[in-house]
């Protein structure tokens, strides 16, 4: 294991090599402590709903905003994103390990060799 030094209340790390992090597994455990009741309470439906209204605010972002807002709407979509995946029991990190961790799922190359898409 590398050094780390681990920051109270802070849920990301910092090292030498890396700088500092924060996985997806320890995002979503976050978000899950932060808001678990509520969003078992709203349900999954509710739930992509809020994620839908966030990727709409991304959209609006990408098109007119500054990179300090595009930044906070790709965390906000992000978040609803993790959400989600809480309401509906799916580990994300495991999910995305599993699918994109040795490649691309098309073609499975590191670098895509897959036709472009328009
Ligand atoms: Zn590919």
């Given at each position: 294991m590398p050094a780390s030094i681990y920051l109270p209340r802070r849920i990301y790390y910092c090292d030498l090599l890396k700088g500092c992090v924060m996985e997806i597994r320890e995002f979503q455990q976050l978000i899950n402590r932060m808001y678990s009741d509520k969003d078992r309470r709203r349900g999954p439906a509710g739930t992509f709903l809020w994620f839908v209204e966030e990727v709409g605010e991304l959209a609006s972002a990408i098109g007119e905003g500054t990179k300090e807002e595009k930044a906070k709407e790709f965390a906000d979509v992000f978040a609803w994103l993790v959400t989600l995946a809480n309401v509906e029991g799916i580990d994300l990190d495991q999910a995305v390990q599993e699918k994109y961790g040795t490649g691309?799922?098309?073609?499975?190359?590191?670098?895509c060799t897959c036709e472009e898409k328009p």
């Open positions: 691309c799922p098309g073609c499975g190359k590191i670098i």
